[in-house]
């Protein structure tokens, strides 16, 4: 082979693997668009139904229960057990738990700051968000890693 | 210690209430499947339960009952606040039924078909929901006439 059809070569073998590797990977940037658009409205539409029914109930604390729904649970354990397989999704269940754990430590320290503060209900709520996470990790760093 | 159902809370609730949560929710599921694509289901699993909407949720409640109230002339400020308050504590029983409803999924998702556990699941949780709600009413309604009875008996000592 000359040295000019050599160098040819290369640089058409190159270009094909950029192309390829280009084709494969928008590929799996778009299935995983699709997947998540997927989850996104099947997560809303499940999410705002317990919204919905939650809004039915008085008292106020008796509606609250559904703001634990396991909405978001149903959706991504059911996505995820019917592609990744039921052990894959158990696997996120046990999870779950120490994230429900960490979940009633956000709704009590919630309800304090909102009770006994003069803090607005969002400025309340997004306080509270880094108890969740640091209850959330601390539980999986102890229980589930 | 009753529950009333009321579709005038459905209502009078505005449309983009129901927009908010939807958008809130569906992010937080797209997330949490993006989580456990990208660092494994161990750590996706948490986020199953984030409290995405909780803040919105909340925001919403207060802002509905701070209205129903300022339409009478008075001052909602502290009656959204508490109102949002009885709606986190009501969160905080359901999230003790969501620890059911997760190791219910987490043990019986090899075993059975999924739709079947997940709606098992979901009852367990409706079911346990109720009566932590129920034992807690009880209590609370308990220690009220405790200390009305304290009171009383104090005024009559005197």
Known sequence: MTRARSR?????????????SYAVSMKWVRLLLEELAVRFLVGGAIVSAFAVIGNLFKPKTFAGLFGAAPSVAIATLAMTASKEGPAYASTEARSMLAGAAALWAFCVVA??????????AFASSLSAIPVWFACAFALFWIAIR | MIVKVSFAAVRETRWYGYVIRFFFGGAITAIAGWIAHSYGPEVGGLFLAFPAIFPATATLVASHEKRKKQSKGMNGERRGSDA??????????????????????WQFLPKFRSPLVLAAATIVWMLLSVIFW????RLKLSRIRGRRHKHLSAQTAH
Do not use: D, H, M, P
């Not at chain 1, 040819?8 to 390829?20: G, H």
């Not at chain 1, 304090?112 to 607005?120: A, D, E, M, Q, V």
């Not at chain 2, 308050?85 to 219910?104: H, I, M, T």
């Not at chain 2, 129920?134 to 009413?137: D, T």
């Open chain 2, 84 to 105: 949002a308050a009885a709606e986190a504590a009501g969160a905080a029983l359901g999230s003790l039924a969501l620890l059911a409803f997760a190791a219910f999924a």
């Open chain 2, 134 to 137: 129920v034992l807690w009413r």
């Open chain 1, 8 to 20: 040819r070569y290369t640089r058409n073998l190159s270009r094909f693997v950029t192309e390829y």
């Open chain 1, 111 to 120: 309800a304090i700051l909102l009770k006994r503060t003069n803090l607005k």
